[in-house]
T-cell receptor, first 114, second 113 residues
Framework: GAVVSQHPSRVICKSGTSVKIECRSL??????MFWYRQFPKQSLMLMAT?????????EQGVEKDKFLINHASLTLSTLTVTSAHPEDSSFYIC??????????FGQGTRLTVV | GNSVTQMEGPVTLSEEAFLTINCTYT??????LFWYVQYPGEGLQLLLK?????DKGSNKGFEATYRKETTSFHLEKGSVQVSDSAVYFC????????????FGKGTMLLVSP
């Protein structure tokens, strides 16, 4: 299947700093990318859906100014956690799909805010 | 709204044992159902899917049948291997396409030699 690369796999940052997570589709053009968050022993919760070249659509309860999503090209989407706090510590996963195809997932990023 | 409930893990089995991971769902309409697998250090991979009632999805010896009457999509494998150790996620999407997915919490499977 297609490959989605997510980077970094782990990041530790200080409270108040910002962290950027990248999601790349390596061998296909991703017209739509999804960002999920997973708390320990919880489901993957959809945070936002982004289409290339347009603003992301955020799920209810997700702060747009806190979690900045940019889908500038057909192969790259970024999630920036701004002014991170310990409660933002979580596992973040992206997925990508092209028109009419299944979604492929990145490896996930474990964010720890200290 | 939509929801997926799957059994809590970890599920610990010996090699060649029979596996069942239960999954039930709540949805409006007729969702498509999926099982994803996440091996250590890797992303989620689609394992199998079913798009309508009574469909059976199968792959790599795993299978699951879409049961509308019991709103279930239980994952089974007749003989597990150590290499099957992973986290398994049950999921649904609202239509037959690959729209946004609603996931269960995931069930960790540990298979010992």
């Amino acid at each position: 299947g297609a490959v989605v690369s997510q980077h970094p796999s782990r990041v530790i940052c200080k409270s108040g700093t910002s962290v950027k997570i990248e999601c790349r589709s390596l061998d296909f053009q991703a017209t739509t990318m999804f960002w999920y968050r997973q708390f320990p022993k919880q489901s993957l919760m959809l945070m936002a859906t982004s289409n290339e070249g347009s603003k992301a659509t955020y799920e209810q309860g997700v702060e747009k100014d806190k979690f900045l999503i940019n889908h500038a090209s057909l192969t790259l989407s970024t999630l920036t956690v701004t002014s991170a706090h310990p409660e933002d510590s979580s596992f973040y996963i992206c997925s990508a799909r092209d028109l009419g195809a299944e979604a492929f997932f990145g490896q996930g990023t474990r964010l720890t805010v200290v | 709204g939509n929801s997926v409930t799957q059994m809590e893990g970890p599920v610990t089995l010996s090699e060649e044992a029979f596996l069942t991971i239960n999954c039930t769902y709540t949805a409006t309409g007729y969702p498509s159902l999926f099982w994803y697998v996440q091996y250590p250090g890797e992303g989620l991979q689609l394992l199998l899917k079913a798009t309508k009632a009574d469909d059976k999805g199968s792959n790599k010896g795993f299978e699951a049948t879409y049961r509308k009457e019991t709103t279930s999509f239980h994952l089974e494998k007749g003989s597990v291997q150590v290499s099957d150790s992973a986290v398994y996620f049950c999921a649904l999407s609202e239509n037959s396409g690959y729209s946004t997915l609603t996931f269960g919490k995931g069930t960790m499977l540990l298979v010992s030699p």
